[in-house]
């Protein structure tokens, strides 16, 4: 089992930044980022596995960065640039495959064994 804490949510002004945490109760070979805004499906926004290799959303690229320190096991995304239609519920995910070796499996919140409560973020314009 992976207990996930994610913290950092809150409200923001367009072009502002913020910054997510996921704590992770310990490591494991992939950890991403999703959101889901109201009335929309759950979309993956980026991914990191223990090898190095990211994956990110087109609608963040340039503006979005996931990164990670394995030593305190917390997973983070840099979020700069905000949007409105960057305002969503945010969740942390991992699971122990390798998910980042099959292009198109990263973003399929099915492949994520484990999940955070979730923490929103609020962007005015």
């Known amino acids: 089992q992976v207990q996930l804490v994610e913290s950092g949510g809150g409200s923001v002004q367009a072009g502002g930044s913020l910054r997510l945490s996921c704590g992770a109760s310990?490591?494991?070979?992939?950890m991403a980022w999703f959101r889901q805004a109201p009335g929309k499906e759950r979309e993956g926004v980026a991914a990191?596995?223990?090898?190095?290799?990211?994956k990110s959303a087109d609608s963040v690229k340039g503006r979005f960065t996931i990164s990670k320190d394995d030593a305190v096991k917390i997973v983070y995304l840099q979020m700069n640039n905000v949007k409105p239609e960057d305002t969503a519920m945010y969740y942390c995910?991992?699971?122990?495959?390798?998910?980042?070796?099959?292009?198109?499996?990263?973003?399929?919140?099915?492949?994520?064994?484990?999940w955070g409560q979730g923490a929103q973020v609020t962007v005015s314009s």
């Open positions: 990191i596995d223990n090898v190095g290799r990211k």
């Open positions: 310990r490591n494991t070979n992939t």
């Open positions: 995910a991992a699971d122990d495959s390798w998910i980042l070796g099959y292009s198109d499996r990263w973003n399929s919140s099915a492949h994520y064994t484990y």
